[in-house]
C-alpha cells in the first residue's frame, strides 16, 4: 500500500469513529456512571471489535473482491441505504438524554467493560458498513502484504484511541451538554451530515 492509501484509510476511519453511534453512546454511558478507567477498558474492546472486523476483511474478503465482484457491489449499495438510513435516524431523533441515562447503570469491572466494548462494537451494523463496504473502496485487498496489515492494525488502534478518548475524558466534565436537548440536536444534525455525505460518497465511487 502507499501512504495516500494509509492516510486515506486514516481518515476515513477517524471521522467513521467520530460519528456518533452505539459504539460512542454506549462509551460515554459507561465514562458516567462509572468513571474512567472503566471506560478506557470499553474503548479497548471497541478497538478490539474493529481489528477482528479489518483481520476478517483483510484475510476472508480478499479472495472475495478477486472472485465475486457483485458481491461487493450489492454491499457497497447496502452500505449507502444503511447509512442513509442512520443519517435519517440521527436527524429525526438521534442520541437522546434518556438513551445515556438508559445505558449508565450497566457498569461493571475491567474485563466486562471490555467484553462489552467488543461486543458493542462486533453487534454494531455501522462498524460492519465501515469494513465491508467502505474498507475495500479506499484499501486495495488483492495488494495487501503482512507489512500492511500490521500497519493498518496500528492505524486502526492510534486513529481509534485519539477519536475515542477525549469522548470519555470529557464526558463526565459535560454532563450538561448530554442533558441539554438543543445541544444534542445539533450533535445528532451534524452526524446526520457527516452520515449522509459519507453515503453520498460511497455510491458515486466506481
Known amino acids: 500500500m502507499t501512504l495516500t492509501g494509509f492516510l486515506a484509510y486514516s481518515a476515513a476511519l477517524g471521522v467513521a469513529a467520530a460519528i456518533p453511534g452505539p459504539g460512542v453512546t454506549a462509551l460515554v454511558a459507561r465514562a458516567l456512571g462509572s468513571g474512567f478507567r472503566s471506560s478506557l477498558a470499553m474503548s479497548f474492546g471497541l478497538m478490539l471489535g474493529d ?104 492505524l486502526t488502534v492510534v486513529v481509534l484511541f485519539v477519536v475515542l478518548v477525549p469522548y470519555l475524558a470529557l464526558a463526565a466534565k459535560a454532563r450538561w451538554f448530554l442533558k441539554s436537548p438543543r445541544a444534542l440536536k445539533v450533535l445528532n444534525r451534524t452526524a446526520a451530515g457527516f452520515m449522509m455525505g459519507a453515503a453520498a460518497a460511497i455510491a458515486a465511487r466506481q
Open 51 to 154: 481489528i477482528t472486523y479489518l483481520t476478517a476483511v483483510v484475510l476472508g474478503l480478499a479472495f472475495v473482491a478477486q472472485t465475486f465482484g457483485m458481491v461487493f457491489l450489492a454491499i457497497k449499495w447496502a452500505g449507502v441505504a444503511y447509512l442513509a438510513f442512520l443519517a435519517w435516524r440521527f436527524w429525526t431523533s438521534g442520541i437522546s438524554p434518556e438513551t445515556v441515562e438508559a445505558r449508565k447503570g450497566k457498569s461493571g469491572g475491567l474485563a466486562s467493560s471490555f467484553i462489552a466494548g467488543l461486543a458493542v462494537t462486533l453487534g454494531n451494523p455501522k462498524t460492519m458498513i465501515f469494513y465491508l463496504a467502505i474498507t475495500p473502496t479506499i484499501v486495495d485487498l488483492k495488494t495487501i502484504t503482512p507489512a500492511d496489515y500490521g500497519i493498518l492494525v496500528a
